[in-house]
Structures are given as C-alpha cells and as structure tokens.
C-alpha cells in the first residue's frame, strides 16, 4: 500500500462532511482546505469536483465553528444530508438561463459590430450606441457568477481564475464603452489578414467582451453537466437499494419501510422485487440477478443455506430469508461509502495541481500588468497593449487545470463499482502505475476456499462405497473443513459413537461396532497400524495432484483412501494469463505444502511459488520480495492476510459480505471471478493515464499559451473560446472511462 502522510501530533477524533457552495475552480477549494486547516487540530479535504468538504477535528470543537469558517471566507457551507447550501440542478438552470441571453445577444452583436466596422459605408448614427446597450445585459447579468466570485476574492485578499475573467470581460467592456462615450479613434484599425480595418474597427472589444461571456458560460455549463453525470455514475449506487421490505411477523408478512428491517429478521422477497438486505436463505428456490452489484453477468442459482446480496434482483420464486446485515453493514451500503470515500484522499498529481492553481493567478494578473506596460513602453498602440494584455487575462484561466483529477477519479470509481471493484482512494491508481509483480494467496483468491471430495479409494476387502460411509459416519459429528467435504459427498449415514476429535490428526469413533479412524497417516501409525507400500504410492499420487490425502482405518487396518481438495476457480487461469499479458509477474502465496502448492500453481499457470508460509509471515514475504526492487500488488481474501495487504504497495481483497470492511486493501473486489483482478489493475492503470493526460493537457495548454497571448498573437475572442474549450475536452476524456470493458 502506498505510503501515507505521517498524522500530526494530535490526531482529530470526529468526522464530517460538509456541503461547500460557491465554489467555481480548484482555487476556491484550496483557500477552502486553507481557512479550515488555520483552525487547531483540524484536518481538511475539499474537493471540487464533487463539492464536498470531509473534515476531521478535535471533539472539543464546535462543528459550527467549521461551518462559519467556511462562510467566513465567502462560501456557503451546511452539514451533508441536512440540507445543501446550492442545487446542483438549480445552478445548472441558472447557467442555462444566463448562457441563453449571452448568446441571443452577443451573435448579434458580433455581427454587427464586425460588419459595421469592417464596412464604414453601413454604419449608421449611434451605431456604437447600439452595441453597448446590447453588450450590457451580458456583462452585467450574464457574467455576473464571475464578478461576485472576483469580489468576494477581492474582499478576502486572494485570487482566483474568476478574477482573470472578471478582469477580461470588465476591461474589455470599459475600454469599448470609453471609446463610445469620449469618442473612437480616427487612424486605421487592426490588421485582418488582407488589410488594416478602417478608423474606429479597433476602438470596440464588445463583441469581444460578451463573446467570452458566451464561450466561458457554455463551459462552464457543460462543464457543470458533465460532473453531475460523473457523480450520478456514483448516485446509481445507492438508487439500487430497496425502499421497502415484506417482513415475515407472527401475524403475516408486514410490508414496512428499509429502516425498520434489524438483523435476524426474516423478510419475504417476491419475483421482480429486490433483496432488501444481505442474508441467507431460509426457504424456496429461485434465480437472482446480482449483476448490478458484482458485475457476474450469468443470474445465481440460490436455495436454502445460499447467501443473498441487497441490491439484487429475485427473478422468479418466493424466497424468504433471515437478514444478517443491514443498512449501512449491507455489502451494497458499504460499496457506496467506499465509493465516495475515495473522493476524501486525494492523489500526488491532484496536489500538484492544486498547488499550481493557488499561485498561478496572482503571477498571470502580473504578466497581463507586465505584457500592458511591455507593449506600451515599446511604442505600440494602446489598443494593440490592451488587446495583448485581455488576451493574457482570458487564456491563463486554469479551469481544465481544477477538473482534471476529480473527473477523472469520480468516473474511474463509479464505473469500477458497477464491475465489482471498489477503489478506496487515489492512492492505489498510483500504485498501480509502478507495479510489476502480484502476489495471489491461495486458499480463496485462487480457489475455492472449500473443499470438496475428488476421489475415493478403497483397500483390501472394503468398497469405495463402504469406505466412504464409514469416513462419513465419523466425520458427521465434527466441524472440520475436510469433515464437511466428506460428509456432503457421501450418502445419509448415521453419527458414529463414542467419537473423539484429535486436533492435528483426525477423529476417531465406533461404527456399528466397528473402531473406525479417520485422518493423516500419522494418525494411521499412532494407532499402531502399518501403510504399506501401494497405500503410500496413493496418497503420494494424489497430493501430486494439489489433493489433501485423508485415510481410513477399520478395524485395525487401511480400508481406503480419500482426496478433498479446494478446487482451483474456474477464471483462475484465464484471469492468470491476462495479468502475464499486462507484462506483470505472478507469485503464489500458500501456508500449504509445496506439493500441493505447485499442483495449483502448474493448474492456473503460476511460474513461482511461496510455499509454507504462515499468515504471520505472508506480510514478511511480500517485503522480501519488495527488497529485490519488486513493486508488489498482493491479492487475499481474508483478515489473516490483512499485514500483507498493507505492506504490499498495492493491496487488494477478494471480499465478500462484511469482509468489504477491510481497511488493509487499496482495491477491493466483490464479483465472484478472479477475472476481476487483470480488470482492477487495468482500470486503475487507465484512470491513471487519463489523469495525467488530463493535466498534461490543461496545464501544458497554458503554459503554451500565454507566449502567444503576451506576444498579441492571440485575439481575446478566440482566447475566451480556446480556454473553454479547454474545460470541455478535459471532461469529456474523463467520462470516457465509463466505456471501460472488462476483459480486453
């Protein structure tokens, strides 16, 4: 797992997530994290993208005190589920609204003033006039978001990508509006490509000034639009729960809503209706469609004894079942919480990019101020300085900058989780980019983690039927793994008597007179009775096999053999030979024998093995491998490989029910299919490179053009629709994540 920042000296106890509104660029989210982190022993994390705050703080404090901080520094902030300081929705039709008049004015306006400016013979009196009454409303109304975002700045002594627009809109206004009122110039105007334009074409920027208004209005709503699709992705999570539920009471079935369904309860689920809870069937037989929430394509077989996940759909039967966790314990609750929580950490790049946003204001405002005076002292014309500088103003703002990692991540999270791979944080897309070598443990990742009975032999007098009536007899009344395989693959036999368990060895009882011993063949020679030759051939043959080798005793000697193994999964070596494809190396991981282990490992086509291993030392192992220079992904399933998960730069649980609860995993995976596993490191990597794509684009965007601005090579029109323009494709690269297919 990647390495953590070291926590201060006093750790904050409580957790909130806060509603932060006002927010309009990554800026506005780090002078956020800012105000709150002034505060003593708080900790803050505020994300953009998804207008959240997740703040950590001492119980001493006073959660309102974090709330006014916030407002103090000229946001809105309210307590998340209690209410929202804006509607996304609602501000999205506020965009529409000033979008829609922007636009209904502004192409009117371009053609008019272009046309009147470039052709003198069409102007009539007043024309200026015209222009600015129709330029107005936009800058005042349309692009007052922007203005109110650079006051409140103003007012707090800070900056933000605001200003930069506020500044060009405003300057471009002011400019035009002075050369309307006092009076255009007489000289020739700019130089289009085949001429100077005539006397006054260069005095008005308002087509200039509502242009950008227009262009920076519909990035911004397409930009606004995008993220709640990328956050909907999230939403759909928690849209698959059900609402209500048919709970079996003493007097009939109670249809109640979710909240009043406890654990232990038994609930009736119809056909069509979804599962309300995770649990275990009690009784009828049915077919469940789980693939919303694991991502298996083919609907599950389910009966008395079978777990049910919430979420999933009953197809057909009445089933009821006995609710074992609920609410925010159901595997489907902690999918979503999970999800979102991988929002809270955020990724080296994201940092990165948050530290740029927060000085890059402040030094572009300078440059526009140097490239102003630079033109000027250089003789230019004061329209040619004033075009360069606006110019500057528009290009630099850093919106694609502010998008690039949240999109990004919000889409990657939401589309893993419909696949069945919970992303816990930014920190394991990292991960991910430098790993080349993944460690399976064995029991569970890469077989079943049950056994099942393989092959019964039989010795001397004694039937391959009788033998296993006999192993059966004994092992009804133990709890042991192998018992229960032996148990379930034989027919209905009566419990032994007198039965004794012999922890390490096996068990031993009394079988319709007869002493009967079941288990190694250590157990076999402590009972003082010899194996022969062929009886260790067997036993050697079918271990060669991955096989755990059982014998039977009867009345003092061999009756027969029995092999149990946990069966490999059927994926596993699909799943196996697409992670070779992604150049990665595979290592097993086993606490077994190495005869079993290289059985398995030849199976699923595994080239090395870490036999005898036990789970104290599995973490020990992946450290030995990290010190050969190894980056190492580990993937286990249960809480005896918790320290390996946490040391492995990357961990990932093959979890089922509660065990998504494992703090240990960077990734974990939920869908019954070790080819879930190539899928995770493959989307990881992805989301990765779409992130730095996205910031290798936005910021090298930037840093191009600025030269040009400053150098007048760019017009602010085409600057305003370059910069938007901007925003948009970095958000449509992030939503293409949501085509991510398994398995290519």
Same mark, same amino acid.
């Given at each position: 797992?990647?390495?953590?920042?070291?926590?201060p000296a006093a750790t904050p106890t409580r957790h909130l997530d806060l509603a932060v509104g006002g927010m309009t660029c990554a800026a506005c989210a780090a002078r956020v994290e800012r105000s709150l982190g002034k505060l003593d022993g708080v900790r803050a994390t505020v994300n953009y993208a998804t207008e959240r705050a997740t703040v950590h703080y001492p119980p001493d404090l006073d959660p309102a005190s974090l709330v006014a901080t916030i407002e103090r520094a000229g946001y809105t902030a309210s307590v998340r589920g209690e209410s929202s300081p804006e509607n996304r929705d609602a501000r999205i039709r506020d965009l529409r609204r000033r979008l829609i008049v922007a636009a209904v004015l502004a192409v009117p306006l371009g053609n008019l003033s272009i046309t009147l400016a470039l052709v003198p013979s069409l102007r009539f009196p007043l024309w200026e006039l015209v222009c600015l009454l129709l330029a107005t409303p936009v800058v005042f109304w349309s692009a007052a978001p922007f203005h109110r975002a650079a006051l409140r700045n103003l007012r707090h002594r800070s900056s933000s990508m605001d200003t930069l627009v506020s500044l060009g809109v405003l300057a471009s206004y002011l400019?035009?509006?002075?050369?309307?009122?006092?009076?255009?110039?007489?000289?020739?105007?700019?130089?289009?490509?085949?001429?100077?334009?005539?006397?006054?074409?260069?005095?008005?920027?308002? &087509?200039?000034?509502? *242009?950008?208004?227009?262009?920076?209005?519909?990035?911004?709503?397409?930009?606004?639009?995008?993220?709640? #699709?990328?956050?909907? @992705?999230?939403?759909?999570? &928690?849209?698959?729960?059900?609402?209500?539920?048919?709970?079996?009471?003493?007097?009939?079935?109670?249809?109640?809503?979710?909240?009043?369904?406890?654990?232990?309860?038994?609930?009736?689920?119809?056909?069509?209706?979804?599962?309300?809870?995770?649990?275990?069937?009690?009784?009828?037989?049915?077919?469940?469609?789980?693939?919303?929430?694991?991502?298996?394509?083919?609907?599950?077989?389910?009966?008395?004894?079978?777990?049910?996940?919430? #979420? /999933?759909?009953?197809?057909?039967?009445?089933?009821?079942? $006995?609710?074992?966790?609920?609410?925010?314990?159901?595997?489907?609750?902690?999918?979503?919480?999970?999800?979102?929580?991988?929002?809270? =950490?955020?990724?080296?790049?994201?940092?990165?990019?948050?530290?740029?946003?927060?000085?890059?204001?402040?030094?572009?405002?300078?440059?526009?101020?140097?490239?102003?005076?630079?033109?000027?002292?250089?003789?230019? !014309?004061?329209?040619?300085?004033?075009?360069?500088?606006?110019?500057?103003?528009?290009?630099?703002?850093?919106?694609?900058?502010?998008?690039?990692?949240?999109?990004?991540?919000?889409?990657?999270?939401?589309?893993?989780?419909?696949?069945?791979?919970?992303?816990?944080? !930014?920190?394991? @897309?990292?991960?991910?980019?430098?790993?080349?070598?993944?460690?399976?443990?064995?029991?569970?990742?890469?077989?079943?983690?049950?056994?099942?009975?393989?092959?019964? $032999?039989?010795? #001397?007098?004694?039937?391959?039927?009788?033998?296993?009536?006999?192993?059966?007899?004994?092992?009804?009344?133990?709890?042991?793994?192998?018992?229960?395989?032996?148990?379930?693959?034989?027919?209905?036999?009566?419990?032994?008597?007198?039965?004794?368990?012999?922890?390490?060895?096996?068990?031993?009882?009394?079988?319709?007179?007869?002493?009967?011993?079941?288990?190694?063949?250590?157990?076999?020679?402590?009972?003082?009775? +010899?194996?022969?030759?062929?009886?260790?051939?067997?036993?050697?043959?079918?271990?060669?096999?991955?096989?755990?080798?059982?014998?039977?005793?009867?009345?003092?000697?061999?009756? *027969?053999?029995?092999?149990?193994?946990?069966? %490999?999964?059927? /994926?596993?070596?699909?799943?196996?030979?697409?992670?070779?494809?992604?150049?990665?190396?595979?290592?097993?991981?086993?606490?077994?024998?190495?005869?079993?282990?290289?059985? %398995?490992?030849?199976?699923?086509?595994?080239?090395?093995? @870490?036999?005898? %291993?036990?789970?104290?030392?599995?973490?020990?192992?992946?450290?030995?491998?990290?010190?050969?220079?190894?980056?190492?992904?580990?993937?286990?399933?249960?809480?005896?490989?918790?320290?390996?998960?946490?040391?492995?730069?990357?961990?990932?649980?093959?979890?089922?029910?509660?065990?998504?609860?494992? =703090?240990?995993? &960077?990734?974990?995976?939920?869908?019954?299919?070790? +080819?879930?596993?190539?899928?995770?490191?493959?989307?990881?990597?992805?989301?990765?490179?779409?992130?730095?794509?996205?910031?290798?684009?936005?910021?090298?965007?930037?840093?191009?053009?600025?030269?040009?601005?400053?150098?007048? @090579?760019?017009?602010?029109?085409?600057?305003?629709?370059?910069? +938007?323009?901007? +925003?948009?494709?970095?958000?449509?690269?992030?939503?293409?994540?949501?085509?991510?297919?398994?398995?290519?």
């Amino acid at each position: 797992m990647s390495a953590q920042t070291a926590a201060p000296a006093a750790t904050p106890t409580r957790h909130l997530d806060l509603a932060v509104g006002g927010m309009t660029c990554a800026a506005c989210a780090a002078r956020v994290e800012r105000s709150l982190g002034k505060l003593d022993g708080v900790r803050a994390t505020v994300n953009y993208a998804t207008e959240r705050a997740t703040v950590h703080y001492p119980p001493d404090l006073d959660p309102a005190s974090l709330v006014a901080t916030i407002e103090r520094a000229g946001y809105t902030a309210s307590v998340r589920g209690e209410s929202s300081p804006e509607n996304r929705d609602a501000r999205i039709r506020d965009l529409r609204r000033r979008l829609i008049v922007a636009a209904v004015l502004a192409v009117p306006l371009g053609n008019l003033s272009i046309t009147l400016a470039l052709v003198p013979s069409l102007r009539f009196p007043l024309w200026e006039l015209v222009c600015l009454l129709l330029a107005t409303p936009v800058v005042f109304w349309s692009a007052a978001p922007f203005h109110r975002a650079a006051l409140r700045n103003l007012r707090h002594r800070s900056s933000s990508m605001d200003t930069l627009v506020s500044l060009g809109v405003l300057a471009s206004y002011l400019w035009s509006a002075a050369s309307v009122l006092i009076g255009s110039g007489s000289e020739a105007g700019y130089w289009i490509g085949f001429g100077a334009t005539a006397p006054g074409a260069d005095s008005v920027y308002l &087509d200039v000034a509502a *242009g950008v208004t227009t262009f920076l209005l519909a990035g911004r709503y397409f930009e606004a639009r995008s993220r709640r #699709g990328a956050a909907d @992705l999230l939403g759909a999570l &928690d849209a698959l729960a059900a609402k209500d539920v048919r709970i079996l009471r003493a007097d009939g079935e109670v249809l109640a809503g979710i909240g009043e369904l406890a654990a232990g309860d038994r609930f009736v689920v119809r056909p069509g209706e979804k599962i309300a809870a995770d649990g275990t069937v009690d009784s009828g037989l049915s077919t469940v469609d789980v693939s919303a929430i694991t991502g298996e394509p083919v609907p599950a077989e389910v009966g008395p004894g079978n777990r049910v996940i919430g #979420g /999933s759909v009953n197809l057909n039967g009445r089933l009821v079942v $006995r609710a074992e966790a609920v609410g925010a314990r159901s595997q489907l609750a902690q999918m979503s919480a999970l999800a979102e929580r991988a929002q809270e =950490r955020k990724a080296a790049v994201q940092r990165l990019a948050d530290r740029v946003c927060a000085v890059f204001v402040p030094v572009v405002s300078a440059l526009a101020l140097l490239t102003l005076a630079g033109w000027l002292l250089a003789g230019n !014309p004061v329209r040619d300085a004033f075009g360069a500088a606006v110019s500057v103003l528009i290009i630099a703002c850093p919106c694609a900058l502010g998008l690039a990692t949240p999109t990004a991540l919000m889409v990657g999270v939401g589309r893993g989780a419909q696949l069945g791979i919970l992303v816990k944080g !930014p920190d394991a @897309l990292e991960a991910s980019r430098t790993v080349d070598t993944v460690v399976l443990d064995k029991t569970g990742t890469v077989t079943q983690g049950r056994m099942t009975l393989a092959e019964t $032999r039989a010795f #001397g007098s004694f039937s391959p039927a009788e033998v296993l009536r006999l192993a059966a007899a004994v092992e009804a009344s133990s709890e042991h793994p192998i018992a229960a395989a032996i148990v379930v693959g034989a027919p209905v036999a009566l419990p032994a008597a007198e039965f004794e368990a012999l922890p390490g060895l096996g068990a031993r009882g009394v079988v319709e007179g007869t002493t009967v011993a079941v288990g190694r063949p250590r157990l076999l020679a402590d009972e003082g009775i +010899s194996v022969g030759p062929e009886v260790e051939d067997v036993v050697a043959s079918a271990e060669a096999g991955g096989a755990t080798a059982v014998l039977v005793s009867a009345a003092g000697e061999v009756a *027969g053999m029995l092999a149990v193994r946990d069966e %490999v999964k059927p /994926s596993a070596r699909a799943a196996v030979a697409q992670l070779h494809r992604l150049g990665l190396k595979t290592v097993l991981l086993t606490g077994d024998n190495e005869v079993t282990a290289q059985a %398995v490992a030849a199976e699923v086509g595994i080239p090395e093995v @870490l036999a005898g %291993v036990l789970p104290s030392e599995k973490a020990a192992a992946v450290s030995a491998l990290q010190g050969k220079g190894h980056r190492v992904a580990m993937v286990g399933d249960g809480v005896n490989d918790a320290p390996a998960l946490a040391t492995a730069d990357l961990g990932l649980a093959v979890a089922e029910g509660t065990d998504l609860a494992l =703090r240990s995993a &960077d990734i974990i995976l939920v869908r019954d299919d070790l +080819s879930v596993l190539p899928d995770a490191i493959r989307l990881a990597q992805r989301t990765l490179r779409t992130i730095r794509g996205n910031l290798v684009w936005a910021f090298g965007y930037n840093v191009a053009a600025l030269p040009l601005a400053a150098c007048g @090579l760019l017009n602010p029109l085409i600057a305003g629709a370059a910069m +938007s323009l901007s +925003s948009v494709l970095v958000v449509a690269n992030s939503l293409r994540l949501r085509n991510f297919a398994p398995g290519r």
